[in-house]
């Protein structure tokens, strides 16, 4: 069974940094590209970034040269280094996993709270 | 940068009624990396289609996709009582490789 478990939310002032965590299990990780998608309070999903086997990412132009994704294949773990937050980075983060474009496993998600 | 417009916003339906969502993109996208999801409060989002008409595992027949190039289509036949959630379209492009969602519809 896929497992994806987030970690690493919580509250942070504006401007702070803060690194989520997605361990995985049931799957051969490794050969998977692995992705954030995030939902502000009362918004819809906005993909964050995703991360190829190869171990390339990219990311969106709202989050772009702020945040940095990154993948240790050999713990089975993604990770999200995420700098300079704002308000408007206020959201449940998933972690999930792409195939063929689509993200058919979830996470239950981790929340980042950016606040004064 | 593919903008999804999902239309309508919200939905009134009742249960055993047919629901018909459409996602309309701001260009022409592989219809490979078309998919539409379903959210519930509380819950993780849940993969329905793929590939525009392919049924994720477990996801009954009752739920079909359908469209190419700018416009497609979800249709629910006979809405069941946990069918009521936010459904999204979603889009992935590989040059540059990125992904966008649609706003949602709510169906209620």
């Known amino acids: 069974e896929v497992q994806l478990l987030e970690s690493g939310g919580g509250l942070v002032q504006p401007g702070g940094s803060l690194r989520l965590s997605c361990a995985a299990s049931g799957f051969d990780f490794r050969r998977y590209t692995m992705g954030w998608v995030r939902q502000a309070p009362g918004t819809g999903l906005e993909w964050v970034s995703a991360?190829?086997?190869?171990?390339?990412?990219h990311y969106s132009d709202s989050v772009r040269d702020r945040f940095t994704l990154s993948r240790d294949n050999s713990k089975n773990t993604l990770y999200l280094q995420m700098t300079s937050l704002t308000a408007g980075d206020t959201a449940l983060y998933y972690c999930?996993?792409?195939?063929?474009?689509?993200?058919?496993?979830w996470g239950q998600g981790t929340l980042v709270t950016v606040s004064s | 940068e593919v903008v999804l417009t999902q239309s309508p916003d919200s939905l009134s339906l009742s249960p055993g009624e047919r629901a018909t969502l459409s996602c309309r993109a701001s260009?022409?996208?592989?219809?490979?990396?078309f998919a539409w999801y379903q959210h519930k409060p509380g819950q993780a989002p849940r993969l329905l289609i793929s590939s525009t008409s392919t049924r994720a595992t477990g996801i009954p027949d009752r739920f079909s996709g359908s469209g190419s190039g700018t416009d497609f289509t979800l249709t629910i036949n006979r809405l069941g009582p946990e069918d009521f959630a936010t459904y999204y379209c979603q889009q992935y492009t590989d040059s540059p490789p990125g992904c966008t969602f649609g706003q949602g519809t709510k169906l209620e």
């Open positions: 991360i190829f086997s190869s171990g390339s990412p």
């Open positions: 999930a996993r792409r195939v063929e474009g689509a993200f058919d496993n």
């Open positions: 260009q022409t996208i592989d219809s490979r990396y």
